[in-house]
């Protein structure tokens, strides 16, 4: 995919969806630090869930941490893998009381210091909460850079650093989620709806499938 080709496919996302965001459910940028911290291997429906019970009862540092382990499991052990999800988010939970005023920090080195927040987390954080041009690639972006040929990578760090040197800078700000919402609806893992696709003429894959 050439330079105009990648700019008419951002150009024809962003008039199908001009705003987009996130699917977790947030109201403060630590809340969203808590809900991705758990998506990791759970979908944005389950963490909503699991979210909406907990945050009603806890939504900063201090009230989780005063849940306890026990407490905090109780509401979170839907979501797969919440032992240790927990465990993550009570000690992030103590870090940023006693490293950060109860803030989640902006930069990355600070948020990748979280127990429990990796690069991608970080990205979402940054991207969501903070307006950052940042690019969290997970399973779907990874999946439509390659399909697509918009930024193909071997790995998640190769299609992160094609992506930021290839999408425009125009739209980088909102890539994030508009890649994550394609390959979530359209361009799927198996049988991709390429007949409701809008760039489908953009795109490399040569196994394109009609409307389901």
């Not at 008419?8 to 109201?27: G, I, S």
């Not at 125009?170 to 049988?191: K, P, S």
Request: aromatic share 6%.
């Amino acid at each position: 995919m050439n330079a105009a080709a990648r700019r008419a496919f951002f150009t024809r996302l962003r008039a199908a969806n001009p705003q987009p965001t996130t699917e977790l459910v947030y109201a403060s940028p630590f809340e969203l630090l808590v809900a991705v911290i758990l998506s990791a291997q759970a979908t944005d429906r389950s963490v909503n869930q699991a979210t909406a019970r907990l945050f009603a009862v806890a939504r900063t540092p201090a009230a989780i941490l005063a849940l306890g382990e026990d407490g905090l499991k109780a509401h979170i052990r839907t979501i797969g893998l919440y032992n240790a999800k927990a465990a993550n988010i009570l000690r992030t939970c103590a870090l940023l009381l006693e490293r950060h005023g109860g803030e989640v920090p902006r930069t990355r080195a600070a948020l990748e210091a979280l127990p429990g927040v990796g690069r991608k987390t970080a990205n979402v954080v940054l991207n969501t909460a903070f307006g950052e041009p940042t690019i969290a690639v997970d399973t779907h972006i990874f999946r439509v850079a390659n399909r697509t040929g918009l930024a193909p990578g071997k790995d998640v760090d190769a299609v992160e650093a094609k992506l930021m040197r290839v999408v425009p800078r125009e739209f980088r700000q909102d890539a994030h989620h508009w890649l994550i919402l394609h390959g979530r609806y359209v361009c799927t893992a198996r049988r991709p709806r390429c007949g409701e696709c809008p760039v489908a003429d953009l795109c490399d894959y040569r196994d394109k499938t009609g409307s389901e």
